[in-house]
């Protein structure tokens, strides 16, 4: 195979699954393009190697499934799977041996007529993850957080993480932000090697490349909303005036007001304005909403869509809240400590569609 990622080329069924993507290797997929051998599950709840990545949000419900390989008598080029009886019974070896048959078929026609498909996303990398673990000590054993991580980053564009609380996502964009260290692996930014960098190199990296927006806002209470601002840009050289920075999240008549005085909505704004002040390349927000209610997060996530129209500039957001996933270019489902899957909006939505 060509690429480390398996993409689904051809579905039939109520489940559009043509956007979502997921690293070769994981699941039931990954079993059958790595072994080369065919699966049949008579019941995918019961059997742990079914992950259902491919099929995560989509409503769709796997119960019986078979599970073949493209194989072309040289290469395994991919896999078919086929999912649920219509008589709701399960499969059976005859049935997994027909698909098989077929597959193999399938296989050397792609093969012999050279089949290539364009996904499109022929895009400028920003940021590459390859095999990047995380672990940590725990007494006299040791927490693998990342097992693997591989992914890369896009210039200018809005990428959500997803994930369940302790499925690795905060560890991820920490090592990317320079706020941890990865134990093994390869994390290339603008192609230079950041794997391990130096203080120095972490610093001015934090400083002129990075933004950073928190659930708890982290404003210095004693500041007003333009002097934690300024008190940021002091420290970039190639910093927009605070003022600007204020006035493009929407509160220049609040400029002088302190923390305190202002909604939970406005102190992320200012949250952001702090972040874009340094004019970044990219800017993290780690669960920017979790705090906010309804009206207040769209509030909130207008402000970001309106940095990625018109500053360009990459954002990686980390959310428990599916619904804003819709608003993103790409969607990152973080499992154990893997990239589960990666989902492309053709046609993101805008803040003020999304519901909750």
């Known amino acids: 195979m060509e690429t480390d990622r398996l993409i689904p080329l051809y579905h039939i069924g109520p489940s559009d699954i043509s956007n979502v993507s997921i690293e070769n290797g994981i699941g039931i997929e990954g079993i059958v393009t790595g072994s080369g051998n065919s699966v049949l599950i008579e019941d995918t709840s019961k059997d742990p190697r079914f992950e259902g990545t491919v099929f995560d949000e989509s409503g769709f419900s796997a119960k019986s499934m078979i599970c073949v390989p493209l194989n072309n008598l040289q290469n395994i080029i991919g896999c078919v799977e086929v999912f649920n009886r219509n008589d709701g019974n399960c499969f059976d070896t005859r049935e997994m041996q027909f698909c098989s048959r077929m597959a193999a078929l399938a296989a050397i026609v792609i093969e012999d007529n050279g089949l290539t498909i364009d996904r499109g996303e022929q895009k400028e990398v920003l940021i590459s993850l390859r095999g990047v673990t995380k672990d940590y000590p725990a007494g006299d054993s040791v927490v693998h957080v990342l097992k693997g991580i591989n992914l890369d980053i896009y210039k200018n564009e809005f990428l959500v993480v997803l994930g369940e609380s302790g499925c690795g996502k905060s560890s991820m964009v920490n090592i990317i932000g320079g706020m941890d260290s990865l134990t093994d692996g390869e994390l290339l930014i603008d192609g230079k090697d950041f794997s391990h960098p130096s203080d120095k190199e972490l610093t001015k990296f934090r400083r002129e490349y990075l933004g950073f927006v928190f659930q708890s806002y982290n404003l210095m209470p004693n500041l007003t909303a333009q002097e934690n601002v300024q008190f940021i840009a002091d420290l970039s050289p190639s910093s927009m005036p605070a003022s600007e920075a204020i006035s493009r999240v929407g509160l220049t008549e609040r400029a002088d007001y302190y923390p305190a005085a202002l909604s939970g909505g406005q102190q ?75 989902r492309t909006n053709l046609r993101p939505l805008p803040a003020t569609e999304l519901v909750w």
Do not use: C, W
């Open 268 to 342: 992320q704004r200012v949250a952001i304005a702090r972040a874009i002040v340094k004019r970044p390349r990219i800017i993290f927000a780690d669960e920017p909403t979790a705090a906010l209610d309804y009206q207040t997060s769209i509030e909130v996530l207008s402000v970001f869509e309106e940095i990625m129209k018109n500053r360009g500039t990459t954002v990686v957001m980390i959310t428990h809240n599916p619904e804003i996933a819709k608003m993103a270019n790409r969607v990152v489902k973080i499992r154990n400590g893997r990239v589960a899957s990666i």
